[in-house]
Structures are given as structure tokens and as C-alpha cells.
């Protein structure tokens, strides 16, 4: 069973960081990997989906590595803003890519300080 | 925003009651899906669809049933609800399922809280 570890699983850092999330995952049989962002009482929101057959995507200030090998994900956030405080969850997909092969991790709380 | 709306959005039962959650979406997705979210477990498959009347279990699946009968409904239901159903449910839906590399982005719902006393 595919099991997702993020670390770290809480971080507070002031305004313009730069900051990188992680992500494991112990299946490497994976056919593709997406980060959300999940606000305090909302749902989630996909970020960046990140093919198998990819090293990475990039969105903004956001960048997210794929390493299928060795298990591991990062989502690198550059110039960090007050708006990117949220809860950053990663998610690889196991199987055929469908949403219903998506083990979620239990996400990284980010909190920016202005 | 992709177009889903949860009902309720909030919600206190009684355990042993029947419960049912709606999940209404605009966007003629065809693959529709349930998950709940606990403290210490994330997030979690209940039931998925993959077309009218097509559905099937996920991870998490004792005490629960879904219906869909149109595109645009999947109705979650606790047949008799229990403490350990007391959870954020989320409905979510995707485009494709398993996709050519394309519109495998899943878009979720804004969650039903549902206490169960």
C-alpha cells in the first residue's frame, strides 16, 4: 500500500522566503503526482500535476520536482506572500493515473508572516 | 471554480439516522468521486463513479453507498450514521480518469461537516 510522508509537517517562516516543501511516497509505481492547496474550510486545489515520464513542472513562484526513483517529491515556493499560508498536500497516483489511485499525504501547514 | 456544490454544508445527526450528501456539478465531468478528511489519516477514498450508474468502492467504504443517476448528482449515503462517520466529506471530480497525460486534474468541492452525536 502506497504510503506519503511530507515534511515538514508545520512551517512558519517570515515574508519573501523561499521555501521547499517535501514530499515521500514508498511506491515508486507511480503514473503521476499533483500538489494541492487546501485553505482552512475549503476543499482543495490542484496546483501542479507532474507526469511520471517528468522532472518538473512550473506554475508562478511555484516550482514541483518529481525523483519516481527514489520516491520524492518537492514543491518549491519562491518569494514567499502572507496569501501562500495554506495547508500543501502531494499526492501520487498509482494507479493508471485515475483520481481514484491518489494516496494523499497529510500536508505541510505553512504559514507566511508578514 | 470549477462548477461542484456540496449539500449540506453543515450538518449534526443522531447516530442510527440516515444521512444523505449531495454533490451537484456544472461542468459534465464524468468522473465524480467522495472522500472524507480525519485528523491523522488525511484524505481518503470513499466511493468513486465513472459514469451513471457506474460506480465502485474506494479505501475507506463500510457504512457507506452512492448513487448516480444523472451526470451531475453523486449522493453519498450513511445507511444508519455512527461517531466514527463524524468527518469533513469532500466531493471531487476529474475530467479523465486514466488519462493520456492530459485532464487528470481533480477538482474538489467546498466539504460537508457532518457531526454525528
Known amino acids: 500500500k502506497q504510503e506519503v510522508t511530507q515534511i515538514p509537517a508545520a512551517l512558519s517562516v517570515p515574508e519573501g522566503e523561499n521555501l521547499v516543501l517535501n514530499c515521500s511516497f514508498t511506491d515508486s509505481a507511480i503514473y503521476n503526482l499533483q500538489w494541492f492547496r487546501q485553505d482552512p474550510g475549503k476543499g482543495l486545489t490542484s496546483l501542479l500535476l507532474i507526469q511520471s ?9 511555484l ?33 493508471g493515473g485515475g483520481a481514484d489511485g491518489l494516496t494523499f499525504g497529510k500536508g505541510t501547514h505553512l504559514i507566511i508572516q508578514p | 471554480d470549477a462548477g461542484i456544490t456540496q449539500s449540506p454544508r453543515h450538518k449534526v445527526t443522531e447516530t442510527g439516522t440516515p444521512v444523505t450528501l449531495r454533490c451537484h456539478q456544472t461542468e459534465n465531468h464524468r468522473y465524480m468521486y467522495w472522500y472524507r478528511q480525519d485528523p491523522g489519516h488525511g484524505l481518503r477514498l470513499i466511493h468513486y463513479s465513472y459514469g451513471v450508474k457506474d460506480t465502485d468502492k474506494g479505501e475507506v467504504s463500510d457504512g457507506y453507498s ?38 487528470n486534474t481533480i477538482y474538489f468541492g467546498e466539504g460537508s461537516w457532518l457531526t454525528v452525536v
Open chain 1, 63 to 95: 516550482n514541483a520536482s518529481l525523483d519516481k526513483s527514489s520516491g520524492r517529491s518537492t514543491l518549491y515556493i519562491a518569494a514567499s506572500q502572507p496569501g501562500d499560508s495554506a495547508t500543501y498536500l502531494c499526492a501520487p497516483s498509482d494507479s
Open chain 1, 53 to 61: 515520464s517528468q522532472r518538473e513542472q512550473t506554475s508562478g513562484r
Open chain 2, 66 to 103: 452512492v448513487s448516480r443517476s444523472k451526470t451531475e448528482d453523486f449522493l453519498l449515503t450513511l445507511e444508519s450514521a455512527t461517531s466514527s462517520q463524524t468527518s469533513v466529506y469532500f466531493c471531487a471530480i476529474s475530467e479523465s480518469y486514466r488519462g493520456q497525460g492530459l485532464g
